[in-house]
């Protein structure tokens, strides 16, 4: 089961941080959700020291 920070417009899944920068493990996590949904954008979203976002795409006809 996932968990995901917010989800807006059932269209778009934010995952929200505050780290340092955004890992990879960051990026991953989105793409589970991704993957495991029907969403097809998402965003990280990190508060850290510098604020930076990230976009994932994961389109429907890719997931099995």
């Not at 269209?11 to 990879?24: C, H, N, V």
């Not at 097809?40 to 099995?64: A, C, I, M, Q």
Request: aromatic letters at 14%.
């Amino acid at each position: 089961m996932y968990y995901a920070d917010i989800v807006i417009d059932d269209t778009i899944i934010l995952e929200l941080k505050a780290a340092e920068t955004i890992s990879k493990a960051h990026g991953y996590q989105l793409l589970n959700y991704l993957r495991a949904t029907k969403y097809e954008v998402g965003y990280v979203l990190n508060f850290g020291k510098k604020p930076e976002f990230k976009r994932f795409l994961l389109t429907n006809d890719r997931k099995s």
